[in-house]
């Protein structure tokens, strides 16, 4: 399809059925997602189940090497994959060893800084400014905290500090990611995490009035899609790019 025919805005909130996260993206290849399953309704058990447990996943790319805590009294440490697993209802504290960054109910689907400091847009963006400082490994997508970090164990620095940047500099003795760059670090994970690997569909209408439907397919790493018609026998491929919150397709910025 000639991209001018389907550019819509969709509130990343819809598509995780979630109502936490409030930006808004252009996405051409999202008008309907019906078929995306981030956040899933949890899988079939029977009733004499005693507990039922639910798999999520922190993301600012995914983050692993996180602390978390469930109020069933589970712990542990989140996975390459950024996964992480409670009892279903459960509040999940996510922590660098005894420095606590928030917490969030578990589910299914992704969590993110956003999520975990829902009321304090700058809290949440010097969590990602710190996570991504404190990356061990910078040749992957994945942001790595060191085993047995304990670095800010006996820090009581604020997340909502206004000086937050320059006292946690000092604790650290290393220059924190620019909240510029954390932010749009974290817009393109979240974005990517969205689209890889899922199907959406769209609907429109040419310029002779006749409608269409497509299936669009994202590769796993988001940097490829394929649409299908579902009207017609016409396919296609674009290349993709995300950078920030901003999707090019082609080389075409959407």
């Known amino acids: 399809r000639d991209v001018t025919f389907l550019k819509y805005t969709i509130n990343i909130k819809n598509l995780n059925k979630r109502e936490k996260m409030k930006k ?8 309907i997602a019906a078929s995306i399953s981030l956040v899933g309704c949890g899988s079939d058990s029977d009733s004499t189940s005693a ?10 790319t995914y983050v692993s090497g996180l602390n978390y805590a469930c109020s069933s009294g589970t712990t542990g440490i989140t996975n390459s994959m950024g996964e992480y697993t409670c009892n279903v209802g459960d509040t999940v504290e996510f922590s660098l060893g005894d420095y ?8 299914e689907g992704i969590v993110t800084p956003e999520d975990i400091q829902p009321d304090n847009s700058d809290a949440a963006l010097n969590v990602a400014q710190l996570l991504q400082t404190l990356d061990t490994d910078l040749t992957d997508d994945i942001i790595t905290i060191a085993e047995n970090f304990t670095d800010l164990d006996d820090v009581n620095i604020s997340l909502d500090d206004a000086n937050f940047d320059d006292l946690m500099e000092t604790e650290l003795e290393v220059a ?21 690997g899922n199907t959406f569909y769209l609907v429109g ?22 649409w299908t018609s579902l009207t017609d026998t016409e396919s296609g491929t674009h290349s993709v790019v995300i950078e920030g919150d901003t999707i090019t397709l082609d080389g075409d910025e959407i």
């Open 176 to 196: 924190l990611v620019t909240e510029e760059d954390a932010q749009n670090h974290l817009d393109e994970a979240e974005l990517t995490v969205l689209l890889a």
């Open 100 to 107: 606590v960054l928030g917490t969030a109910t578990a589910s």
């Open 205 to 226: 209408s040419d310029n002779t009035g006749d409608n269409w439907i497509d299936s669009v397919v994202f590769n796993s790493d988001a940097t490829s899609l394929t």
């Open 51 to 60: 507990v039922e447990k639910v798999t999520g996943q922190f993301v600012d």
């Open 24 to 31: 808004s993206y252009k996405l051409s290849l999202a008008a």
